[in-house]
C-alpha cells in the first residue's frame, strides 16, 4: 500500500503479500517482468524494481532448568497460541539488541545473548515472510511476567510443549532445541 506522509514522500506498506500497483519512486505503473531470473515487480516508467525481500525477525531460547520460556499470544496472527518470545528487528538496533528489547517487553526478563542458534526461514506468518534469528540466552535478572503483545508466559518441558505453537520456525527450533539437549 502506498501512502503519502509528511514532506510529500511516499511510503511503501506491504502486508501479507499486498499487491502493488504504483511504484514507490515515481508513481508510474508497476508490472511484472523477469529481472535476475525472477518474477520482480518493475516500474513501466522509471524502471524501479520493487524487491520483496523477507523482513528479519528476532526469536530467543531462554532455557530455565530443562525448560524454555514460552509467550501466549495476546494478539493476531494465532492469537492464543504459544511460541518463543520474539519480535520484528527495529531499523536502528542490532539482532541481539532486538533479543534484549523483546524478552523485556514480552518475557518481563533481562536477558543476556550467549550464542546464535539459528536461522529459520518463515513462510507461515500472514503478515509477511520473515528471516527468524535465534539466539540462546541466558537471564540475568527481571521477573517472569507477561508483557507487551503476551497475554500469558510459561516454562514448558520437552514432555509438556502446548498443544498449539504459532509459526513452523518457532516449532522447528524448540524440536532442535530439545533433541541437542540430549547431546
Known sequence: MLQKISGGKTAVSVKGGAKLRFCPNCGGSLMHKQ????????????GFVFYQNPV????????QEQ????VR???????G????????????ETPQECAVREAKEE???DIRVRELFGVY?????????????IYLTEIVGGALQAGDDASDVALFGRDALPRHIAFA?????????FEGEDD
Open 121 to 133: 526461514p518463515g513462510r507461515d506468518d500472514p503478515r509477511a515472510r520473515v528471516v527468524l534469528i
Open 73 to 79: 499470544r495476546a494478539e493476531e496472527p494465532f492469537q
Open 107 to 109: 518475557t518481563g526478563l
Open 67 to 70: 525448560k524454555i520460556i514460552l
Open 56 to 63: 528479519p525477525a528476532v526469536g530467543m531460547i531462554i532455557p
Open 81 to 92: 497460541d504459544w511460541c518463543l518470545p520474539a519480535g520484528f528487528l527495529e531499523l536502528d
Open 169 to 177: 520456525s518457532h516449532r522447528r527450533a524448540i524440536a532442535e532445541y
Open 35 to 46: 529481472v535476475d531470473g525472477k518474477r520482480r515487480l518493475v516500474c513501466s516508467h522509471c
